[in-house]
């Protein structure tokens, strides 16, 4: 079993709160983490089970009184019924670790759980696997915009294999699955058990095009009207559909850097798949090298060293304070940290060799009136070094592969 980077988090947050919440996409491996971790006293339920759903939500305080706690509860989503009676019993026992929850659908979920169990639960999202995971890092950090390590070299075509399969675990715990048809019922899972039966869509075919569309703009500005005019679809009903591959965590929709000082900045997010493969597949890549070599790779190689800054700080209960620049002349920065009340850049290259004039847009942020701190080129280069007096070349694997 590949070892999770949320594995201590999560510890740590049932041995803290009363109850644990782990959210994400549908076959992560949210179930298969916690049953491994899971006290041998713990009983276990699915409301994926149709009988076990009704029951829950036709009698939820008769199925917590015949499901005892300690209780993992998967896919709690499906009866939000039971919140307010595991609220009720949290409150009256008043123990750690008492209800481990799943969810897949962020959407229904999260309303529930900060109507009912404010500050009773701790959260997790938990995402597809790591660069890290995969390769098993098990001293694995975070990157830091404030320091940096050397690590490893990635080679390019091994990295864009990766990038071209995707993190989600069935493709590495069962062998000989094919990726395609993998992907082809993933999809069809997700728009028959999340899209249709939770959110009443019933124009499936739609719902798949502007998934499809999406995927074609991994790691490039959102624009709503453009999507909408290529479906023949409103603004609208496109803006409803992508915060409901937000909320499920299919994409994340960076935001762009916010100045007052600086008027002529761009209000488009920036889409970032979360899992690289199931966006490869969705947009038509027939194969690794194919994409690679493509005018794309920049973009999914971009959107993959996003991702994976994202899971990582997922991993550890934190959300990174991120952003990208970009202004009316479309001068762009493709990462931006808030730290420590400074602002880090970052660009990141499909090259491997990086040069000063790549960085040339960085004197733009000079105009927000905030410090702005040391960044770089995250890159194919081998070796962490200064790129000038202030700014740095980081290796690629010294941002998602990092061993201090």
Do not use: Q, T
């Given at each position: 079993m590949i070892e999770r980077e949320a594995k201590e988090t999560i510890k740590n947050i049932a041995d803290t709160f009363r109850v644990l919440l782990v959210t994400g996409p549908r076959q992560v491996g949210k179930t298969t983490l916690l049953k491994s971790i899971m006290p041998d006293d713990m009983n276990y339920v699915t409301l994926d089970d149709k009988v076990l759903r009704d029951n829950a939500r036709k009698d939820?305080?008769?199925?917590?009184?015949?499901?005892?706690?300690?209780?993992?509860i998967d896919e709690v989503q499906y009866a939000p019924e039971l919140f307010p009676y595991i609220k009720m019993k949290v409150d009256e026992e008043n123990k750690r670790g008492m209800y481990w929850l799943t969810g897949s659908q962020q959407f229904t979920l999260m309303k529930n759980v900060q109507e009912s169990l404010a500050g009773r639960v701790g959260i997790v999202n938990l995402n597809s696997f790591t660069y890290s995971e995969i390769n098993g890092n098990k001293d694995k950090m975070i990157f830091k915009p404030t320091e940096f390590y050397p690590?490893?070299?990635?080679?390019?075509?091994?990295?864009?294999?990766?990038?071209?399969?995707?993190?989600?675990?069935e493709l590495y715990n069962i062998e000989g699955i094919k990726r395609n048809i993998f992907f082809d019922g993933y999809i069809n899972t997700y728009l028959d058990r999340d899209v249709k039966e939770q959110l009443n869509i019933s124009d499936l075919v739609e719902f798949k095009k502007l998934m499809v569309a999406?995927?074609?703009l991994n790691g490039e500005q959102l624009n709503y009207y453009k999507i909408a005019s290529e479906l023949g679809i409103t603004d609208k009903t496109v803006k409803s559909w992508i915060n409901i591959l937000v909320a499920s965590g299919i994409i994340y929709l960076l935001e762009p850097f916010a100045s007052s000082k600086i008027k002529r900045l761009t209000h488009m997010p920036k889409i970032i798949f979360m899992d690289s493969?199931?966006?490869?597949?969705?947009?038509g890549w027939d194969s690794a090298r194919d994409l690679q070599f493509s005018s794309s790779a920049g973009h999914y190689l971009e959107a993959f060293i996003i991702s994976e800054i994202i899971k990582s700080y997922n991993a550890i209960g934190e959300t990174p304070n991120i952003s990208y620049y970009r202004d009316k002349e479309k001068n762009e920065i493709d990462l931006i940290f808030y730290r420590n009340k400074k602002i880090y850049p970052f660009e990141i290259k499909k090259t491997a060799s990086p040069a000063e004039s790549m960085i040339k847009t960085f004197y733009k942020l000079e105009d927000t009136g905030r410090e702005v701190a040391p960044g770089g080129i995250i890159c194919f280069y081998d070796t962490l070094m200064h790129l000038d007096k202030k700014h740095y070349i980081i290796p690629i694997s010294s941002v998602i592969n990092i061993t201090k």
């Open positions: 939820p305080k008769m199925f917590l009184e015949e499901h005892r706690w300690p209780l993992l690590s490893k070299e990635i080679n390019v075509n091994d990295l864009f294999e990766l990038i071209f399969n995707g993190g989600m675990p999406v995927a074609s493969g199931l966006c490869s597949y969705l947009a």
